[in-house]
């Protein structure tokens, strides 16, 4: 089974930064996995933020965060930089892993418990 943990959520004024981290572990998880993050405000649906594929070659973002935020990876830990942060960006944040970036959030995806990012001055 893939644990992944996330770590790096907490308070932050609006046009703040943070830096999000997700380590994945387990005796399923494959290097080769993509890796990405979701996020779901209070009365809201998931949402998919981005992704990135094994070998860093290949990344996926919303449009929503574009130009903000910047997922990376290394080897089996991934990180979402983000930038210029709004109130809107308030949520708790999920880290996900699996076969296919094109299949991020689906069925064969592993999910940690999230961490909360809360922008507020």
């Known amino acids: 089974q893939v644990q992944l943990i996330e770590s790096g959520g907490g308070l932050v004024q609006p046009g703040g930064s943070l830096r999000l981290s997700c380590a994945a572990s387990?005796?399923?998880?494959?290097?080769?996995?993509?890796m990405g993050w979701f996020r779901q405000a209070p009365g809201k649906e998931r949402e998919f933020l981005a992704a990135?594929?094994?070998?860093?070659?290949g990344t996926k973002y919303a449009d929503s965060i574009k130009g903000r935020f910047t997922i990376s990876r290394d080897k089996n830990t991934v990180y979402l930089q983000m930038n210029s942060l709004k109130p809107e960006d308030t949520a708790v944040y999920y880290c996900?892993?699996?076969?296919?970036?094109?299949?991020?959030?689906?069925?064969?995806?592993?999910w940690g418990q999230g961490t909360q990012v809360t922008v507020s001055s």
């Open positions: 996900t892993a699996g076969p296919s970036i094109a299949t991020m959030g689906g069925d064969l995806s592993s």
């Open positions: 387990g005796r399923t998880f494959r290097s080769s996995y993509s």
């Open positions: 990135i594929t094994w070998s860093g070659d």
